[in-house]
């Protein structure tokens, strides 16, 4: 099943039994997935862009929810949390740190050709985020490229 459908499928069931969280995080991510099928010519997307459009909604949350505590509002904080939680069940499971060394190492080999070590690092983190996004955090990965030479 793809993940448009078993989102849209988990909608229904969360008015179904009236779990407001995850109906309004679900309605949410439909409308996003609407704005990103529009811009791509009214052409439905594809997982993959599913999956950015989630990142990007998950990562819009998160930054709402540190300006609620910084603004002593943990309410609102946490009900953008709760949200996360329940679009965090639509990405896939997180790389382990040695994971991503392996693969990142893999990939910054195959520009060995490429002798400016910046634009290889740059070039490295492209084709991760083109072959595995979604599948670690953008801040671990700029970390382990920063220590490759």
Partial sequence: MKLKEKIQEDFIKAMKERNEVAKLALSGIKAMITEAEKLNGNKPIGDQEVL??????????????????????????????????????????????????????????????????????GRTMGEFNKKYQGLADIELIKQIINEMK
Avoid at 91 to 97: A, F, N
Wanted: glycine letters at 0%; a positive charge; charged letters at 35%.
């Fill in 52 to 121: 950015k459009v989630l990142n990007k909604a998950i990562k819009n949350r998160k930054v709402s929810a540190e300006e609620y505590y910084k603004y002593n509002r943990p309410d609102l904080a946490t009900k953008e949390l709760a949200e996360v939680e329940v679009l965090n069940k639509y990405m896939p499971k997180k790389m382990t740190v040695d994971e991503l060394k392996v693969v990142l190492t893999q990939i910054y080999d195959s520009f060995e050709n490429i002798e400016n070590i910046t634009a290889r690092k």
